[in-house]
């Protein structure tokens, strides 16, 4: 069982930078795959980043690629979503998740356990 917890979401005006992080319970978090996922009102839950339990590799959505770096700290049991020049396109309800998997996962269906969410606003 791993329990995930968002934090570092708020409010920001376009252009500004936000740096998201998710904590997770368990010793096991090396070998989970982890992935950041978002969902703005009346839409879908849609990709954002993921990466690979070692961190030597990740994916970007289209949208996000260049102004977003996903990385994992594993001593920390913590990964991170740095996101640099937001747009108003990316508020939504940022979610962290994790799958027993050590390559990179896009699909959320696979995802096994997630966060509840952090609430990004980019606004002025």
């Known amino acids: 069982q791993v329990q995930l917890v968002e934090s570092g979401g708020g409010l920001v005006q376009p252009g500004g930078s936000l740096r998201l992080s998710c904590a997770a319970s368990?010793?096991?978090?090396?070998?989970?795959?982890m992935g950041w996922f978002r969902q703005a009102p009346g839409k879908e839950r849609e990709f954002v980043a993921a990466?690979?339990?070692?961190?030597?590799?990740?994916d970007y959505a289209d949208s996000v690629k260049g102004r977003f770096t996903i990385s994992r700290v594993n001593a920390k049991n913590t990964v991170y979503l740095q996101m640099n020049s937001l747009k108003p396109e990316d508020t939504a309800v940022y979610y962290c998740a994790a799958d027993r998997a050590t390559i990179v996962v896009v699909d959320a269906t696979w995802y096994d356990y997630w966060g509840q969410g952090t609430q990004v606003t980019v606004s002025s």
């Open positions: 368990g010793r096991t978090f090396s070998r989970y795959a």
């Open positions: 990466i690979s339990w070692s961190g030597a590799n990740s």
